[in-house]
Nanobody, 119 residues
Framework: QVQLVESGGGLVQAGGSLRLSCVAS????????MAWFRQAPGKEREFVAA????????NYRDSVKGRFTISRDNAKNTVYLQMNSLKPDDTAVYYC????????????WGQGTQVTVSS
């Protein structure tokens, strides 16, 4: 089993920045692919960004390209999401997820951290 714990959420004004962190524990070798998803009130959960084990491959949803950066530190079993130029539409609960390998379904999920962007 893998446990994921997110932190770093909060309230920020539009145009501001936040950095989310997700620490993995347990069978961390099962976290070859890591990702961030988000869910806004009344909406379905949506993909935000993903990163491969080496960090050499990343993927982003179009609406966050150029503003968000995903990264990981395997020595610390941690994945990050740097969010810049935040918009009110970015308001959501952000979830960390892990998969056994790139392209596999995400099997492990954190509890989420709230990000609220005020206009």
């Amino acid at each position: 089993q893998v446990q994921l714990v997110e932190s770093g959420g909060g309230l920020v004004q539009a145009g501001g920045s936040l950095r989310l962190s997700c620490v993995a524990s347990g069978r961390t070798f099962d976290t070859k692919s890591m990702a961030w998803f988000r869910q806004a009130p009344g909406k379905e959960r949506e993909f935000v960004a993903a990163i491969s084990w080496s960090g050499g491959v990343t993927n982003y949803r179009d609406s966050v390209k150029g503003r968000f950066t995903i990264s990981r530190d395997n020595a610390k079993n941690t994945v990050y999401l740097q969010m810049n130029s935040l918009k009110p539409d970015d308001t959501a609960v952000y979830y960390c997820a892990a998969a056994l390998r790139w392209g596999s379904p995400y099997e492990y999920w954190g509890q989420g951290t709230q990000v609220t962007v005020s206009s």
